[in-house]
């Protein structure tokens, strides 16, 4: 009696769980999200589904734009964060990798990832794709550079005119005994890396001097800029016909997917296709689906590769005297000059 007891029971209990598996394929197919709601959301208890938080779906937007902006670090987007009660159980901040997840987590653009599969989500989305795609792009450069104590305006901005080699800024603090004062100087310089050079460093005045100079140097006349601006508007249209067309094919492809991912799914269904090879390739399709939907909302947005930026000059050379006139704007004359120019190179001479 015993045994059929405790038979009774592991056959309830795997029914049981079985039965769960199958409701979270289910909410997953619907494209409900089966877990605990992201930040910036709440879970339902009414309809088991998630809804928006009205406030702290608005941190969280914002936090996207600070990291997108590249001016903010991880501690401090945290810190943001904490203010809108969006922390760790114990009352403190978020940890850096915790900030790391939320701005890399592409549930916020509609997709969701679990136990290793795609889905598209019906959630409703208040991260865009293209605020989702600058911030990705922002912890790729990121990554590839180490934190520095002190942010330098001008570095990565050129190389060195006699040898080539990649400028370094250094941080120098001068104690001045007539005055009793402290002074700090920077100073940029070549690395030398690539062999002997006898370029010597140059104060960050003069750096921003050269500058200054490169920024003046591009300066637009009103009279000009309209008679581009036009002609830039007349290729908008031919652009436009063109794009249709790009869409169409974009569109002709996801369609060809969808037919591959219908195929690839009774192949799992009639057991020609294991569990993991499945999941494998059907994560592939998505991840290319996803990269052919972002190309036609670009080309929808933009229309062409060269139209935009090419406008965006023009108006950025509009502001250029204004810039370069200006005191105390070392940020800004350094983002001014990667809109408008590359390749620079530093000479002490």
């Not at 005045?205 to 006349?221: A, I």
Request: one cysteine or more; a positive charge.
């Amino acid at each position: 009696m015993l045994s059929i007891a405790f038979g009774q029971s592991k056959y309830y209990v795997d029914n049981l769980s079985e039965n769960v598996k199958r409701g979270l394929r289910q909410k997953l197919r619907n494209g409900v999200w089966p877990a605990k709601a992201p930040y910036g959301y709440l879970n339902n208890p009414k309809t088991r589904g998630i809804d928006v938080d009205t406030e702290k779906s608005k941190a969280i937007k914002r936090a996207f734009e600070m990291f997108a902006e590249g001016s903010h670090t991880f501690t401090e987007i945290a810190k943001y964060l904490h203010k809108f009660e969006l922390g760790r159980k114990n009352g403190k901040p978020l940890h850096i990798n915790e900030i790391r997840q939320i701005l890399s987590n592409k549930f916020y653009i509609g997709i969701m990832f679990y136990n290793g599969e795609y889905h598209d989500g019906n959630h409703k989305c208040f991260i865009s794709k293209e605020l989702f795609q600058k911030a990705q792009e922002e912890m790729a450069r990121r990554s590839k550079h180490f934190k520095k104590s002190y942010r330098f305006p001008f570095l990565g901005l050129a190389r060195c005119y006699e040898c080539g080699a990649a400028i370094t800024a250094e941080q120098h603090t001068k104690f001045y005994k007539t005055t009793n004062r402290k002074a700090t100087y920077i100073y940029y310089r070549c690395t030398k890396k690539l062999g002997l050079c006898s370029q010597t460093p140059i104060t960050s005045f003069e750096m921003e001097g050269q500058l200054r100079k490169v920024v003046s140097d591009v300066v637009l006349p009103q009279s000009w800029a309209d008679h581009w601006l036009k002609f830039l508007d007349r290729d908008d249209l031919t652009e436009k016909q063109s794009s249709e067309t790009t869409i169409q094919n974009l569109k002709a492809e996801i369609t060809n997917l969808d037919k591959k991912q219908n195929i690839l799914l009774d192949s799992y269904l009639d057991q020609v296709v294991d569990s993991e090879t499945y999941k494998q390739k059907k994560n592939e399709f998505f991840e290319t689906k996803l990269k052919l939907q972002e190309e036609i909302v670009k080309v929808e947005e933009m229309g062409s590769s060269w139209l935009e930026p090419m406008r965006e000059f023009v108006n950025c050379a509009l502001q250029a005297q204004k810039i370069a006139r200006a005191k105390n704007n070392c940020e800004e004359l350094a983002f001014f000059a990667k809109r408008v120019g590359s390749n620079f190179f530093l000479s002490n001479r």
